[in-house]
């Protein structure tokens, strides 16, 4: 059976910082690109940020390059995004997924073949 577990989220101050994990499991991390996207209330879903397994070359989304950060751990089948300097505009639900194509200036999107894991809330005050 295959799982994302995201982890990590909660209430912050803004300014504040969380680390976010995603376990994995039932798949061949190795294999795929994994990333993050969240979808805040009463918004589209979009891409934030995602990690390729290969050469660990990361891609973010313009509004989270100089903020987030992603890594990714192979040997535990686990991905991180690193977030500092929240502001309340942060506040969504925050989803991990494997397979994720980073479409620069465009939408993001998960390959059919690839997967998409429950989310975990974050939620910066003001």
């Known amino acids: 059976e295959v799982q994302l577990q995201a982890s990590g989220g909660g209430l912050v101050q803004t300014g504040g910082s969380l680390k976010l994990s995603c376990a994995t499991s039932g798949f061949t991390f190795d294999d795929y690109t994994i990333g993050w996207f969240r979808q805040a209330p009463g918004k589209e879903r979009e891409g934030v940020s995602c990690?390729?397994?290969?050469?660990?070359?990361?891609y973010y989304a313009d509004s989270f390059k100089d903020r987030f950060t992603i890594s990714r751990d192979n040997t535990k089948s686990m991905v991180y995004l690193q977030m500092n300097s929240l502001k309340p505009e942060d506040t969504a639900v925050y989803y991990c997924a494997a397979g994720v194509v980073p479409v620069i200036g465009g939408t993001w999107f998960v390959l059919p073949e690839g997967y998409w894991g429950k989310g975990t809330l974050v939620t910066v005050s003001s």
């Open positions: 990690i390729h397994s290969g050469d660990n070359s990361a």
